[in-house]
């Protein structure tokens, strides 16, 4: 695939299954797609009260699959942990918890037969940008790119950002007041391959019409220019 070429399969070509990923304490469950042919996997770290049957972050990794990327959604948070979740909002902004998990799939997926000769990259939602990004930076060229959308990269710290060095695209909604600042600064402390991306009209889950589609569009882009070629490189 050429540089920031993006190539569709037919859904019927995907081979998708359910998957269960050992982390140090738990057992997260997990979807895995594969097109035919892929060379790239992107993970994706969801937001705050959200799990693998984001509809939002299922909408970015059809994109993704019809661009020939494999996709890898699964719950940061065990079943009871989402639980506990919901009464006190303790886990969602346990970025070092999040971390350790995105970084233990991460582990995994080095371990499968089919996934070991993919590119890998990360997609943070909300505060799983974060979690993306402290991961990033610690496992440096093992990730190729990562992609944020509406994104808290702020609660990654100034270290992290500064030690983050792969291409990083960082989304935002026209309308996300307040978020637009933080990723704006975030953008500026980032000394890596980097772009700042504005939806206009966009609110934080670019619910308005054709906002996620932009959002899947501008991801597809630059997942396929920064990890196939890659990909050809290794």
């Keep these: 695939m050429k540089r920031g070429e993006v190539m569709k399969n037919s859904v019927d070509e995907l ?67 989402e639980q506990v979740d919901e009464h006190t909002r303790e886990h969602r902004f346990d970025i070092a918890l999040l971390t350790s998990r995105l970084q233990d799939a991460t582990l995994w997926v080095a371990t499968q ?38 994104g808290r990269p702020d609660l990654a710290g100034v270290a992290v950002l500064n030690a983050v060095t792969a291409p990083t695209l960082l989304i935002v909604g026209g309308a996300d007041e307040g978020v637009i600042e933080l990723n704006s600064e975030a953008h500026q402390r980032l000394h890596c391959e980097k772009s700042l991306a504005i939806v206009p009209g966009a609110t934080h889950l670019f619910g308005e019409p054709g906002a996620l589609e932009q959002v899947a569009e501008l991801a597809a882009a630059w997942f396929c220019a920064h990890m196939t070629t890659v990909a050809h490189a290794s």
Aim: aromatic share 6%.
């Design 15 to 81: 081979s998708a299954m359910e998957v269960r990923i050992p982390a140090r304490d738990a057992l997260l469950h997990g979807d895995l797609v594969m097109p035919p042919g892929f060379e790239a996997l992107v993970l994706f770290a969801h937001g705050s009260g959200s799990g693998r049957h984001s509809a939002r972050n299922r909408w970015v990794a059809k994109r993704l699959q019809q661009a020939g990327i494999a996709t890898l959604l699964f719950d940061l948070l065990t079943v009871q942990e």
């Design 113 to 150: 037969p089919q996934l070991q000769h993919a590119a890998l990259g990360y997609f943070g939602a909300s505060t799983g940008s974060a979690a993306a990004l402290i991961a990033a930076a610690r496992l440096k060229d093992r990730i190729s790119a990562v992609v944020s959308r509406g």
